[in-house]
């Protein structure tokens, strides 16, 4: 059961992370148009 809330929270960390810098990225790639 650790292991599950341990892979839940693993995804999180690594999705959360790339999302945002995702995008901010496109936020500034739309702003240089």
């Given at each position: 059961m650790a292991a599950e809330i341990f892979g839940t929270a693993a995804?999180?960390?690594v999705?959360?992370?790339i999302g945002?810098?995702?995008?901010?990225?496109?936020l500034k790639l739309q702003g240089e148009d």
């Open positions: 995804i999180f960390w999705l959360i992370p945002l810098a995702g995008g901010a990225l496109l």
